[in-house]
Each structure stands twice: as C-alpha cells, then as structure tokens.
C-alpha cells in the first residue's frame, strides 16, 4: 500500500480558495478517495495551506478515517495578518489528537511567486517551527527559489527539528546535506518530466530510508496527466520511476515509503 504523503483535496473539489466546504465537496472527495484505494493508495495527509484550509483540513480527516491532517501557512498565502491566522491553527494543534494533526505546514520560503515579503516568510516559518517542537510534531517544507535562505533557518533548529521538504527541487548537495540531518524529502509526479533529469539524479543518490512519496494533487500530475488535474491515486504511476532508479521493486518501495511516513507523521491506523 502507498500513503500520498502531501494532498490537498479540498483545492481538488473546490475552485475558489479560502472558502468553507460544503456537502457536496465531501461527496467528490470520497470519490477521490475511493479511487485512491483501489490504485493501492489507501491514506492520503491532506495539507493545509491558510487558516481556512487548514480548519477544511481538518474537516476532511475526521469525516475519512484515512485521512490525516497537516495545519499551516502556506508561505504564498502569508498575508499582514498572518500572526493572527496562526494562532487559530495554535488552538487546533492543542487538540491534535481529536482533530488528526500529524504535521505543521506547509510552510517555508517561496521566493519565485512574487509579491513576497522576506522577513515577514522567515517570521511565519520559525513560528511554524517552534509550534511544531512544541508538539512534537514534523514539519512540511516548502521551498522554492529559496534554498540558502531555507536552510539557514533549518540549520537553526537542526538538532530536534523533524520534517520532510516537500516537492525537492534543488541539488544532489542540498539532498545530501538535509538527509544527513534526517530530513524526508518528498518526491511526486514531476520526477517523471522529461527535463527533469536532475531530481532523478537526486533520487538516485538518497537512500530510500529518507523518501516519501507525494502527489501535491491536484498539481504537479505525472507526465501522461499534465494539464490535467492530480490526483492521489496517481502515486503508482510514478513510483514506479522512482522504484526502477532505486533498483527495488514496486512493493518493496511502498513498503518502505510507507515505513518512512508512519514513522515521520507517527501515524496511527484505525
Ligand atoms: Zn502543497
């Protein structure tokens, strides 16, 4: 069985952002999820992006029962006001058991969509950090255009932080060092691109031991799928990929990868 480590299936069944769900969302979504089973992708950790995608989040993992949730901000939805939003999602992660939190995020730093504010993206990212050491909870890294600036706030936290960079896209080096500190990276459906050539040298180098396989539905979908939308139950269309450059089987990656997210978001099956 595969777990898509990082889903947002409320921006699957919904066009506009930052809007509650409603029934009729929660009817796709089990469809989605149906269709998830029957690929072998049997739990999907939905991510939250703001405070209301993130309390829909949570929504989601206590209708499912094979869904977790991760709560955060998004470092593109990182608006004057962020402190505030934050704070919600503080008051859920008390509860974390009840409201199946597994992870804080995503959060991180983007540079590439613009207008960003640096300072105001570095603030929210160690407010992140911190909440999830205060609850021994792992962090889902978001990082684009951004590496140095990342990691000199990671480094900061090294020694007790957990957490996986999420849709890697940087260097071998970058791979290297965030493994060596016990960092997961998360690899989807782009490693199938064509010009990608480079995030398959990546996977090439990493042990399997720090992989953890992901869908960013409904981006990112594997290159028979593009330009159409993601969806969790494409996980083994590029695992397969990443199970031929890692020289094991299509099983044996599944069992590791989903090894690797138990252990990580501490996972607990009904
Ligand atoms: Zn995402």
Same mark, same amino acid.
């Given at each position: 069985m595969f777990i898509d480590t990082h889903c947002h299936l409320n921006m699957m069944v919904k066009k506009d952002f930052d809007t509650p769900l409603v029934e009729r969302h929660f009817e796709q979504i089990a469809q989605i999820l149906q269709n998830a089973k029957k690929a072998g992708v049997e739990y999907v950790i939905n991510i939250g992006t703001s405070w209301q995608e993130s309390l829909n989040s949570i929504k989601i993992a206590k209708k499912f029962n094979n869904v977790f949730a991760v709560t955060g901000i998004h470092p593109c939805d990182c608006s004057d006001v962020w402190l505030n939003d934050a704070k919600k999602i503080e008051q859920w992660v008390i509860d974390k058991q009840e409201n199946k939190i597994v992870g804080i995020g995503e959060t991180g730093l983007d540079f !590439?969509? &613009? @207008? !960003?504010f640096k300072q105001r993206q570095v603030d929210a990212f160690k407010f992140h950090i911190e909440l999830a050491l205060q609850n021994d909870l792992p962090v889902v890294i978001h990082m684009r255009d951004a590496t140095d600036e990342t990691l000199k706030v990671v480094v900061e936290y090294k020694k007790d932080l957990k957490g996986v960079f999420h849709c890697f896209s940087s260097t071998k080096d970058i791979a290297e060092q965030i493994t060596s500190w016990g960092f997961y990276i998360g690899i989807g459906g *782009?490693?199938? *691109? @064509? &010009?990608n050539e480079s995030l398959r040298e990546v996977v090439k180098a990493i042990s399997t031991e720090f992989i953890l396989l992901e869908t960013d539905a409904p981006f990112l979908p594997p290159q028979q799928f593009r330009g159409k939308q993601n969806s969790p139950e494409y996980i083994p269309l590029f695992a397969d990929l990443v199970a031929k450059l890692k020289n094991v089987s299509l099983d044996e990656l599944a069992e590791i990868t989903t090894d690797n997210a138990k252990k990580l978001f501490a996972l607990k099956f009904k």
């Open positions: !590439f969509h &613009k @207008p !960003f *782009y490693v199938t *691109y @064509p &010009k």
